[in-house]
C-alpha cells in the first residue's frame, strides 16, 4: 500500500486507537511516516507478553492468536477512543498475529484484523501459504490488512489483498448493529429489552450453552413456576467485552429462550435492573459476589452491596457444582447471613450436571 493511501487516510474524519500483538504493528511506522498521522492515530500499544496482553483486554483470553482475540482488542480500543475523542468518529483497531518464526511452532501462519465502531464490528482472517515466504513478507502483508481496514472504515477504496495469493485463505465478516445494540455498546442503555423485566432470570455467558444449564432452568421454572429470561452482559469483571459479532452469535445459538443483553457486569448492576427478581446461579457465582477484590477491595463497599441486593428483594436459586474436593452447594460456603438469607440451595441429591461450558469449549 503506497503512501497516497495513507495521505488519503489522514485527510479523513476518523480517529483510531491500535491495539496491535504478533504481527502487523510496522502499520504503525507507515502511518506515522506520512505527515498528518494526528488526525488518524490516538494512541497504538503492542501488548505483545501474555500477562500484558490480558491487562489490556481486562482478563485472559482463550487464545491469544484468535479472531475473537483481535475483536476484544478492537472493542477495548474503541472504548479507549471514546473517551478521548468527542468531537469526530472513532474506531478501535485489532490484530492478533502468529507468523514466521526461528523457533518450532504448531499451525499455521495466520493473522486476524478487526475493526470496532459505534454502528458495526468488522473482522478478517487470513491463513498464509507459508511456502517461500519469511516473517518479512508475512509482516507486510499483515500490515497491508490493517491499513485496508482503515482505510475501508474511512470509505476509502483501495484493494489491499492484491498482494495474498489465490492460496492464501482469506475470511471476511461484518455484523452492523441493531440500534438497541449500539445504544448499549455505546451506554446509552443499560439493558437492550424494553419489555416488563424478568421475574426469573440465568445471568451468564452461555459460551456455549450445554445441557447443564438446560437442566438448571427446567428445574428452576418447575421450582418457582415462572419462565426464565437469560441475561448476558457485554461487559464482564472477568473477561473481554463482548463485540457485534459474538452478540450476534450468541443470540443466533439461544432462540429457544428469552434473551437480553445488558451492560451489568455485576450482580448489584442486575439486581437494579431487575429488582425483585430470582436469579439462577452456580456456586462459582455466589464465591465470587463475596470476594472482596470485586469491590476495589473493600469488605465495606462488598457490604454496602450485599445490602443493597437485599433491600431490592433478589433471590439466588444456587445449584452446586463438583470440584477438586468434591461437590460444593450452597451449605458448604461461609456467606454474610445478609446474602444467605435470599439464597435457595439446590442440593446434590435434587440436581447434578457435572458439565462446564469451559470443558465444551475445550472438547
Not at 500484558?52 to 482478563?59: D, P, T
Not at 474511512?154 to 498482494?163: E, T
Not at 428445574?219 to 429470561?229: P, R, S
Not at 438469607?341 to 447434578?352: A, G, I, K, S
Request: charged share 25%.
Amino acid at each position: 500500500m503506497d503512501n497516497e493511501i495513507i495521505r488519503q487516510i489522514h485527510k479523513q474524519d476518523g480517529k483510531f486507537v491500535l491495539a496491535i500483538s504478533g504481527g502487523g504493528a510496522s502499520a504503525v511506522t507507515r502511518l506515522l511516516a506520512v505527515p498528518g498521522a494526528s488526525n488518524t492515530l490516538l494512541s497504538a500499544t503492542i501488548p505483545y507478553h501474555d500477562r500484558e496482553l490480558a491487562s489490556y483486554l481486562g482478563g485472559n483470553p482463550e487464545a491469544a492468536c484468535s479472531s475473537n482475540t483481535a475483536r476484544s482488542l478492537a472493542m477495548v480500543s474503541w472504548l479507549r477512543a471514546r473517551k478521548l475523542e468527542q468531537s469526530v468518529p472513532v474506531y478501535g483497531l485489532g490484530c492478533t498475529a502468529a507468523l514466521a518464526t526461528n523457533r518450532q511452532r504448531r499451525g499455521d501462519d495466520r493473522c486476524y484484523v478487526a475493526i470496532q465502531s459505534a454502528e458495526s464490528t468488522t473482522e478478517i482472517a487470513v491463513t498464509f501459504d507459508k511456502s517461500g515466504r519469511d516473517r518479512e513478507e508475512e509482516e507486510n502483508l499483515c500490515s497491508s490488512l490493517v491499513l485496508g481496514l482503515i482505510a475501508g472504515a474511512l470509505d476509502i477504496n483501495v484493494d489491499f489483498l492484491s498482494g495474498f495469493r489465490q492460496s492464501d485463505i482469506i475470511a471476511e465478516k461484518q455484523k452492523i448493529a441493531e440500534p438497541s445494540w449500539q445504544a448499549l455498546i455505546g451506554g446509552d442503555t443499560k439493558v437492550t429489552r424494553e419489555e416488563d423485566p424478568p421475574v426469573l432470570a440465568f445471568p451468564g455467558a452461555f459460551n456455549p450453552i450445554h445441557q447443564g444449564h438446560v437442566k438448571m432452568i427446567e428445574y428452576a421454572e418447575k421450582l418457582t413456576g415462572e419462565k426464565v429470561t437469560l441475561e448476558i452482559s457485554i461487559f464482564n469483571v472477568d473477561k473481554p467485552p463482548l463485540d457485534f459479532i459474538e452478540m450476534q452469535s450468541r443470540y443466533d445459538a439461544l432462540q429457544s429462550w428469552p434473551l437480553v443483553f445488558s451492560n451489568a457486569p455485576t450482580f448489584v448492576e442486575k439486581c437494579r435492573l431487575f429488582p425483585g427478581a430470582t436469579f439462577i446461579a452456580g456456586i462459582d457465582t455466589l464465591k465470587r459476589m463475596v470476594e472482596p477484590k470485586y469491590y476495589d477491595s473493600s469488605e465495606d463497599k462488598r457490604d454496602q452491596a450485599l445490602q443493597e441486593i437485599s433491600n431490592l428483594e433478589n433471590r439466588f436459586i444456587v445449584f452446586g457444582r463438583k470440584t477438586a474436593e468434591g461437590f460444593v452447594s450452597l451449605h458448604d460456603l461461609d456467606l454474610p447471613t445478609v446474602l444467605s438469607d435470599n439464597c435457595v440451595c439446590v442440593t446434590q441429591e435434587d440436581f447434578r450436571e457435572d458439565i462446564s461450558s469451559t470443558e465444551k469449549r475445550a472438547g
